[in-house]
């Protein structure tokens, strides 16, 4: 497995619906949902069951699920360690639970990420200096090296 397996599985679901806690191909998908789609691209099964949660999820309790399950399933790096095929996660908002993920797609000079979001299909968009400075935590897919860093 490498970083580019990991984007060109994500590179097939652009264009893919957003729709809330959905990770079907084609059909609609979520920020979640598209991580989801590309483990089971990679490892033929889901890491865990993942149980019903509302646009707003985590935000009252401050409860900083994805990050949890992040260190859970996938490995964590340092943020300067950037490499195609991390999964990134995003804060929205200063003080917000992190709630939004991507997947980094190019690194260099002009980076992106393939992601799905409210009102838009899964895109590639460039990880511009807003996006980035949103960017929380970084983790690998288990078992892909870092050949790819930058």
């Given at each position: 497995m490498s970083g580019d397996?990991?984007?060109?599985?994500?590179r097939e679901w652009?264009?893919?619906p957003y729709v809330h806690?959905?990770?079907?191909?084609?059909?609609?998908t979520d920020c979640l949902g598209l991580i989801r789609g590309v483990w089971r691209g990679l490892y033929q099964n889901e890491p865990e069951a993942v149980p019903a949660y509302t646009p707003d999820w985590a935000e009252a309790a401050g409860d900083e699920a994805l990050w949890q399950a992040g260190l859970r399933h996938l490995v964590a790096k340092p943020l300067d360690q950037v490499a195609v095929g991390d999964v990134l996660l995003f804060r929205?908002?200063?003080g917000a639970v992190a709630k939004h993920l991507g997947i980094q797609g190019v690194?260099?000079?002009s980076p992106t990420f393939i992601h799905a979001y409210g009102g838009h299909a899964v895109v590639e968009?460039?990880?511009?200096?807003?996006?980035?400075?949103r960017v929380v935590a970084r983790f690998a897919f288990p078992e892909l090296t870092s050949k790819e860093t930058n």
């Open positions: 397996a990991v984007v060109a599985l994500a652009i264009g893919t806690q959905a990770s079907a191909l084609g059909a609609g929205m908002r200063s690194v260099g000079s968009s460039p990880l511009s200096q807003p996006w980035a400075r």
